[in-house]
């Protein structure tokens, strides 16, 4: 056993092993991070543009008032008015996501030999240039629809940074299937990615409704938001009971990059409805279902408030990051079953060949055994 | 991979299928071409006259939009108005960039300003009946009845230019009119003319349907020649001016400039509000005894708010709005089936309207002693709150209270909310003074 190899084990979807150098793909690993860190405060600064009406501020697109988007005045744009401060700054950090992610697809065809992590980076890229289009054309045709959608499709981008980031790191590539870890280590079941799978949906639906609310048009019938903001609430304490249960069935599963984060997603949502109800307050007051907190008596809604404005966005950009943790969540689940079949198989392989090397003292490493991977 | 081959394309699939639900649920962001007609007054008026209204309401929208335009360009009646202060009530610049869609120029000058700040409460025309209105309590100002609560005017007047002005800076603790302090005063400036356009519109609107059946004869069909509405679409003032007016125009001018005069008039019917007698404990004793009708008092406060404005007495009792379709057409509002097609036509659920717990100290339309006496002196427009009967002079009578008494009713009030007397804040502060003054000398 070779436990301290740099090349770590990948199986193939054809079930034949593969290696994959870590150290070559280092680098594109540190972009979809460096991706991931720029798109959720991207996120948050889209939010922020919404919550203070400033997607309009600059009325032209892709230049800013006539110059071009690099070259517009930067003390205009620093000590001018808000509006156009975060509007302009928004496209900004949005053209250094799209370097970014120009990056990570040369950085994938240059080192990547996995052909899906390929497709991914390119559909990345593709992603944010859909996603600077929509925006675009939201400007051209001052259009709250389309700012919907746009708000909508920035979510699916960090989701896919967030993907890429995974596929690529260490622990994606050097992990190994650990029967065993614990004493009551469970297999992952079609349960676990049907919840899985559930908190995904949840997720963006959760991100769908609170876009609709939140760019609610003016002929929209009061039971109609109504039932928005009715389903809104209900289905995020669904979500939050599904996090439950996805922590449940996973906690035990042998690998930490899984029942963490899985874990952290509980806490997500629950932070999240307390953001959802902070929003609600600052924009529409202290709900009647609350009148028993006597704090809420006499609260006085501040239209424009910093703080305010803060809790909405936060709001926003929390939705972003549960879609995607939940999304990372799944594709581990999906990583780990697909490593549980591929040694099972590998298994009935060797049983049936009568090869006296057992695979349980070799490529199945027990709790007490160090994380090592079978070499080709 | 395989879980990749499963995940992406879901996740594409189930994204085309959720942005075109969001499509076809949030529509194109077309223009909004009319404002949506006040079909719950129309039922009102049908229901009460036991007349149809489709014709009459059609034609009063013809009228309206050719007068008062549309959500995206509107327009001020100037030539229809007579009094040259009523045809400057607002001001049509401020009126376009408040109205329409939202965006801000370089000079940070926002547009779309009731789009942006007010249209999801209130909605497109000002009925109270936004997106999100079934979902505040109490549900948000419908303008157009005309009526405003929080003013400095007489119970049955407009309310002036800067009352509304006011209440946008302070906003409406307790419920979800926001504060628009941090709004530029310009843009306040605009909102105000367009809430006054507003109020005007709906109430010409609603006056102009009761006209048109009450006057002009509208039916199931319109009246002929003169009397029809329809006349005065696309009828200009400047037009031949020795030819005959038609009595559609007579009826339709006289109620605009009724409305708008009484707009005008506002600044004219605020109520003057005495010197502010000794808030002393005496006063605030005097008050307590005019709130809780002690010896059969002249008024009786503690019948709505409670005992000491504990709010512990049962009430049932709805705002004016929500008796418009209800209790003035003998219908109970508890009765959904009655309720229904008023509902359908986008009345708010009827909800009760409850006296204010006056404990809390929470005055939702300001809570300075001068703000609280106008309220005693013309109790809350649009609300079971009565006005009290105050005498115009000091001169005493059982029937009515002097300036004094109101003034004793506020302290005492004021004293509930856990504002200090001030007779005793002072006392106490001369305690103190002497205290440490005793301290250094030791």
């Known amino acids: ?376 | 991979m395989n879980a990749l081959r499963t995940i992406l394309p879901v996740d594409f699939t189930v994204g085309v299928i959720l942005v075109t639900g969001l499509m076809s649920i949030g529509g194109c962001d077309s223009t909004v071409k009319q404002f949506p007609s006040n079909r719950v007054h129309a039922l009102v008026v049908e229901t009460s006259r036991d007349v149809p209204t489709d014709a009459a309401m059609a034609d009063v929208e013809q009228v309206v939009t050719a007068w008062f335009g549309t959500p995206e360009k509107p327009t001020w009646p100037s030539e229809w108005i007579e009094l040259p202060a009523a045809r400057q009530l607002v001001d049509l610049d401020r009126l376009q960039r408040a109205s329409g869609r939202v965006y801000s120029d370089k000079q940070n000058r926002h547009f779309g300003l009731y789009t942006e700040h007010c249209v999801t409460c209130h909605g497109l025309a000002g009925g109270g009946d936004g997106p999100a209105s079934l979902l505040q309590n109490p549900y948000p100002r419908d303008f157009r009845a005309g009526v405003f609560k929080w003013k400095s005017t007489d119970r049955s007047a407009k309310p002036t230019r800067e009352d509304v002005s006011k209440l946008l800076v302070r906003g409406v603790p307790g419920t979800g009119m926001p504060s628009f302090l941090r709004v530029d005063s310009d843009d306040r400036e605009a909102l105000v003319d367009y809430v006054i356009y507003l109020a005007v519109r709906g109430e010409f609107e609603r006056k102009l349907l009761d006209d048109a059946i009450d006057e002009l004869g509208y039916e199931d069909t319109r009246p002929e020649d003169d009397a029809s509405l329809t006349s005065l679409v696309g009828l200009s003032s400047r037009n031949d001016e020795a030819a005959s007016v038609p009595v559609a125009l007579t009826v339709a001018q006289d109620r605009l400039n009724q409305i708008v005069d009484a707009w005008v008039m506002a600044p004219e019917q605020v109520i003057p509000v005495p010197d502010e007698t000794g808030f002393d404990a005496l006063s605030v004793e005097r008050g307590r005894d005019l709130f809780h009708a002690v010896e059969g008092g002249i008024v009786n406060c503690a019948g709505c708010h409670g005992p000491n404005g504990d709010a512990t007495v049962a009430t049932v009792d709805f705002d004016d709005w929500t008796k418009e379709f209800t209790t003035r057409l003998a219908i109970s509002p508890e009765d959904k089936a009655a309720v229904k097609p008023f509902r359908s036509a986008g009345a708010l659920r009827p909800r009760q309207i409850f006296p204010r717990k006056l404990s809390d100290g929470v005055y939702r339309g300001g809570g300075q002693g001068e703000t609280l006496y106008r309220r005693v002196v013309a109790g809350i427009a649009g609300t079971p709150m009565p006005a009290a009967p105050v005498a115009e002079s000091s001169s005493q009578d059982t029937k009515t209270l002097s300036p004094q008494q109101v003034w004793d009713i506020v302290h005492f009030v004021q004293t509930l909310g856990g504002v200090p007397v001030r007779g005793d804040a002072l006392k106490s502060a001369v305690e103190d003074a002497e205290s440490v003054e005793k301290g250094e000398s030791r």
């Not at chain 1, 590539?173 to 559930?198: D, F, I, M, N």
């Not at chain 1, 304490?237 to 952290?264: E, H």
């Not at chain 1, 932070?271 to 600052?282: A, F």
């Open chain 1, 1 to 376: 056993m070779a436990g301290d190899l740099v090349k770590s084990n990948e199986i193939s979807d054809s079930g034949q092993t593969t290696s994959v150098d870590r150290t070559s793909i280092v680098w594109l690993h540190r972009l979809t991070v460096l991706s991931v860190c720029l798109v959720w405060p991207l996120i948050w600064v889209g939010g922020l543009v919404t919550t203070y009406d400033a997607g309009m501020a600059v009325p032209d697109w892709p230049g800013t008032y006539g110059y071009n988007l690099f070259l517009y005045p930067v003390t205009t744009w620093l000590f001018g008015p808000f509006d156009l401060f975060i509007e302009h700054g928004h496209r900004l950090l949005g053209a250094v996501v799209g370097f970014v992610s120009i990056a990570i697809v040369i950085a994938a065809f240059r080192q990547e030999r996995r052909r899906w992590v390929v497709g991914l980076s390119v559909a990345i890229l593709l992603a944010v240039i859909s996603q600077g289009a929509l925006g675009g054309v939201r400007v051209l045709l001052s259009d709250r629809t389309i700012a919907m959608i746009h708000g909508c499709f920035g979510p699916v981008v960090f989701v896919m940074c967030c993907l890429a980031a995974a596929v690529t790191g260490p622990r994606w590539v050097g992990r190994v299937y650990r029967e065993g870890a614990w004493p009551r280590t469970r297999a992952l079941g079609w349960g676990v990615v049907l919840v899985g799978c559930a908190a995904v949906l949840f997720s963006y639906t959760q991100l769908a409704l609170g876009a609709q609310i939140r760019h609610v048009q003016p002929w929209t019938t009061p039971r109609m938001f109504t039932a928005l903001v009715a389903t809104h609430i209900t289905s995020a304490f669904v979500l939050w009971g599904l996090t439950l249960v996805l922590w449940l069935l996973v906690r035990r599963c042998g690998d930490m990059t899984l029942s963490r984060p899985s874990g952290w997603l509980i806490w997500f949502v629950g932070v999240q409805i307390l953001l959802g109800t902070g929003t609600w307050i600052v924009n529409y007051g202290w709900p009647t279902v609350l009148a028993f907190l006597p704090v809420g008596e006499g609260f006085l809604v501040q239209s424009k408030g910093f703080i305010d404005s803060i809790i909405v966005t936060a709001h926003v950009a929390f939705g972003s990051l549960i879609l995607a943790t939940s999304a990372v969540v799944l594709l581990q689940v999906f990583r780990q079953r697909y490593l549980a079949k591929a040694i099972d198989s590998g298994v009935r392989q060797l049983d049936s060949s009568d090869k006296e090397l057992s695979v349980g003292s070799s490529d199945r490493i027990s709790s007490t055994q160090d994380p090592v991977v079978a070499s080709n």
